[in-house]
């Protein structure tokens, strides 16, 4: 079993930047694709970021490209998204999951375990 806990969600103005992390246990972490998803008020949760087990695979959606810059550091256990120039279209509660496997993926559905949310609203 893995745990995910993410933190560094808030409210921030549009053109500002956070700073997301997930803090996982429970299993050894550099066996495990991470991915950042979010889902805004109304709408199904959509892919944001992914990160194979080594970190030398990343990915970003069209969306956060240029924006969001996903990396982990798997000697403390923990995966990041650095969100700059913020928009508030990126207003949402954002996701922390894992896989199974080293191998990222961009579908929601392919990963086993997720974290509860951190919540981020950027104002105009």
């Known amino acids: 079993q893995v745990q995910l806990v993410e933190s560094g969600g808030g409210l921030v103005q549009a053109g500002g930047s956070l700073r997301l992390s997930c803090a996982a246990s429970?299993?050894?972490?550099?066996?495990?694709?991470m991915g950042w998803f979010r889902q805004a008020p109304g709408k199904e949760r959509e892919f944001v970021a992914a990160i194979s087990g080594s970190g030398a695979y990343t990915y970003c959606a069209d969306s956060v490209k240029g924006r969001f810059t996903i990396s982990r550091d798997n000697a403390k256990n923990t995966v990041n998204l650095q969100m700059n120039s913020l928009k508030p279209e990126d207003t949402a509660v954002y996701f922390c999951?894992?896989?199974?496997?080293?191998?990222?993926?961009?579908?929601?559905?392919?990963?086993?375990?997720w974290g509860q949310g951190t919540q981020v609203t950027v104002s105009s």
């Open positions: 999951a894992a896989r199974r496997v080293r191998t990222a993926t961009t579908y929601d559905y392919e990963y086993d375990y």
């Open positions: 429970g299993r050894t972490f550099s066996w495990s694709a």
